[in-house]
């Protein structure tokens, strides 16, 4: 069921992508006309890394031999009429690293993914005044595939595709605050987060966290025997598009979330930044920043027993690939 309605909602971006390329209306004469009938605009970009290194069995400088993948794909689509807009924004990364060590004499494979990220968001936007819109829409955030905890041995499960999810819909305004910054405010915002995989619950139980004083465990908030977790609350987010010169383009958001029900919660923070400097028609350098804030992942009390260091959760990295924009 749940890559059923993963592939729906990616099935939802290409198809908007198909629509684009026919213009509703076969001429558009002047700007009156568009406003009329309304035209799509359509940006694609695509790209591919490889990297990887290998030993000689005499080899004394020490090192592992290993095999390192990456892709990323985005994919927004507008659609204009009067004075309202639609938005499709599709963003999907994955990369991983493949480590082969030689122990006794035999190759034994280490597989780390180092990416992981899928975004979708759809929303409506109607203008109010230049700078001020009233916006509908929904978001989803999740991952491609298994999770595991490496400080650990027996390096369990600990996040899968839909383990967790987190989908959200909210009506609110939205400020354009430059051509290339948009500041929106959900007044009214809902998001379920959802946890479909036992083997996470089975590992979050193992690792001991629960509620204390209680034999009910949580996962990334989700109460163990259950599927979803159904808050309201208020969302703000901060989204920066430009192209800083002709072959460097910086993508940022910055979402942030407070629960006031059920309980009322610390803001949840997600940043994501991704820095595609275009160095000719084909090659391109992606640099990546994911920053996340989320008590219900990462407990004050977890720091101050010193099981981590920061209740923020960051992953970076950069990779050369090959990338085209369509």
């Known amino acids: ?25 076969p001429v558009l004469k002047n700007m009156e006309d568009s406003l ?16 990887g290194s290998a030993f000689s069995q005499s080899w004394q400088g020490g090192g592992v031999n290993n095999l390192g993948l990456g892709a990323v794909f985005n994919n927004k689509v507008q659609h204009f009429k009067g004075k309202g807009v639609f938005t499709n924004d599709l963003q999907l990364q994955l990369g991983f690293l493949n480590n082969l060590p030689k122990v006794n004499g035999k190759i034994e494979r280490e ?9 979708l968001d759809s929303k409506y936007a109607k203008k109010i005044n ?24 027996a390096k369990p499960v600990i996040s899968n595709l839909f383990a967790p999810a987190f989908l959200s819909e909210g009506l609110g305004l939205e400020y354009k605050a430059t051509p290339h910054l948009m500041l929106s405010f959900g007044g009214a915002t809902l998001r ?28 990334y908030g989700v109460e163990q025997g259950k599927k979803m977790l159904f808050e309201a609350g208020f969302q703000g987010v901060a989204a920066y598009d430009k192209n800083i010169t002709k072959n460097l383009n910086i993508k940022g958001r910055w979402q942030s979330f407070y629960a006031y029900a059920p309980v009322s919660k610390a803001i949840d923070h997600n940043v994501n930044v991704i820095a595609t400097a275009k160095l000719n028609k084909y ?5 990546g920043l994911i920053g996340i804030f989320d008590r219900d ?30």
Do not use: C, H
């Open 1 to 25: 069921m749940k890559k059923l309605v993963i592939l729906v909602l990616i099935s939802v971006s290409f198809v908007s992508g198909l629509f684009a390329q026919k213009p509703e209306k």
């Open 36 to 51: 009329k009938y309304g035209w799509w605009t359509k940006g694609t970009q695509l790209g591919a890394n490889i990297s």
């Open 111 to 119: 597989f780390r993914k180092n990416i992981d990220r899928l975004f």
């Open 130 to 153: 230049p700078k001020l819109n009233w916006y509908a829409g929904i978001n989803l955030l999740s991952q491609f595939i298994k999770g595991y905890d490496y400080a650990n041995t």
């Open 192 to 219: 379920q987060t959802f946890v479909f995989d036992d083997e996470v619950f089975e590992n979050t139980k193992k690792a001991g966290k629960n509620k204390a004083g209680k034999d009910t465990f949580f996962s």
């Open 283 to 287: 090659i391109n350098l992606n640099v």
């Open 297 to 326: 992942q990462v407990s004050k009390a977890e720091v101050d027993a010193k099981k981590y260091n920061s209740t923020w959760q960051f992953n970076g990295g950069a990779n050369l690939g090959f990338g085209i924009q369509l």
